[in-house]
């Protein structure tokens, strides 16, 4: 699987930004989808996730009532939408296929490259 992600930039804060995802190469709807951030210096940071339906979500805490995701399976694509972003949102953040049920902050089986969220004060 082959994960493209994008949307990344330069945001005040306050602002949004709409992320993507593209998978290929695998059944895009029957996977968990999730998405990470990781700044220098710190551990990866699991932020979102959405199941194969769509039909649940989950969020760190940091930025429930803030970000949403959603999914659209005809499209392959994951989209997280972040709003009211704040200074320490920044960081790169990357999307992940969960092929297996459980805990849906770990256990990720392939990984997209990273795309930079910046946020500016």
């Known amino acids: 699987v082959q994960l493209q992600a994008s949307g990344g930039g330069l945001v005040q804060a306050g602002g949004s930004l709409r992320l993507s995802c593209v998978a290929s190469?695998?059944?895009?709807?029957?996977?968990?989808m999730g998405w990470f951030r990781q700044t220098p210096g710190k551990e990866r940071e699991f932020v979102a996730a959405?199941?194969?339906?769509?039909?649940?979500?989950y969020f760190v805490d940091s930025v429930k009532g803030r970000f949403t995701i959603s999914r659209d399976n005809a499209k392959n694509t994951v989209y997280p939408l972040m709003n009211s972003l704040k200074p320490e949102d920044t960081a790169v953040y990357c999307c992940?296929?969960?092929?297996?049920?459980?805990?849906?902050?770990?256990?990720?089986?392939?990984w997209g490259q990273g795309t930079q969220v910046t946020v500016s004060s």
């Open positions: 190469g695998g059944t895009f709807s029957r996977y968990v």
């Open positions: 959405i199941t194969y339906n769509g039909g649940s979500t």
């Open positions: 992940a296929v969960k092929r297996s049920t459980g805990v849906v902050r770990e256990g990720y089986d392939y």
